[in-house]
């Protein structure tokens, strides 16, 4: 069964303290892993896709890494803004159709 | 741009009662998706349609009916609502017909009752 867990739930950082987020999988045959910020009362929005082992994206303070079992997203010198909720997900190779596996979210809360 | 629109923006509904949530996107993407979102669980794939005239179903569709008629919406369909269906509604695109990076529309908040 595909899966995904994201760790920790919730992450309290002051501003300025970097530190990372972990998404580990179980999947049969990844498609894409995928990365995106939900605010409070609004819809996910994309930050990033990985599609293999060893590859590295990067958009402002994030940076999102892949490897076969997980895969991390690295926030260096966090702001109050970065406050979200952070979505892991990846699609698998289904017979016939496909499949979007999102983890639960780390909560993330940056303090001033 | 619109991207994507959902309406209504939340709902009240009694058990036993039908209702389409409606989705609309204006990027001439490919794929569209139906996700719920319950509180500890993560966002769930309710139904998709690769491209305009074809639908699947996700990991969660009993009790959910989907239609593709054209390229640009994608109306999700509870024929007779249960309380277990309150729950966030999240419409998604994707520009490939199999799928790849995903973009979220606003959400409807649906409570059965």
């Known amino acids: 069964e595909d899966q995904v867990t994201q760790s920790p739930e919730a992450l309290r950082l002051q501003e300025g303290e970097s530190s990372s987020l972990n998404c580990s999988y179980t999947v049969s045959g990844l498609r894409g892993l995928f990365w995106y910020r939900q605010d409070p009362g609004k819809g996910p929005e994309f930050l990033f896709t990985l599609y293999s082992a060893g590859e590295e994206k990067e958009k402002e303070r994030l940076k999102a890494t892949l490897t076969k079992k997980e895969s991390f997203l690295h926030i260096t010198a966090p702001k109050p803004e970065d406050s979200a909720t952070y979505l892991c997900?990846?699609?698998?190779?289904?017979?016939?159709?496909?499949?979007?596996?999102f983890g639960p979210g780390t909560r993330l809360s940056v303090l001033p | 741009t619109a991207g994507i629109t959902q309406a209504p923006t939340s709902q009240i509904l009694a058990a036993g009662r039908s209702m389409t949530l409606r989705c609309t996107q204006d990027?001439?993407?490919?794929?569209m998706y139906w996700y719920r979102q319950d509180l500890g669980l993560g966002l769930r794939l309710i139904h998709y349609s690769n491209t305009a005239g074809t639908t699947g179903k996700g990991e969660v569709p009993d009790g959910y009916s989907v239609s593709r008629a054209n390229t640009d919406d994608f109306p999700l369909t509870l024929a007779s609502a249960v309380p277990s269906q309150t729950s966030v509604y999240f419409c998604?695109?994707?520009?490939?017909?199999?799928?790849?990076?995903?973009?979220f529309g606003p959400g409807t908040r649906l409570t059965v009752l």
């Open positions: 990027m001439r993407h490919n794929a």
């Open positions: 998604a695109s994707s520009p490939r017909r199999h799928g790849d990076t995903q973009y």
């Open positions: 997900a990846v699609q698998a190779m289904v017979r016939g159709g496909q499949n979007f596996v």
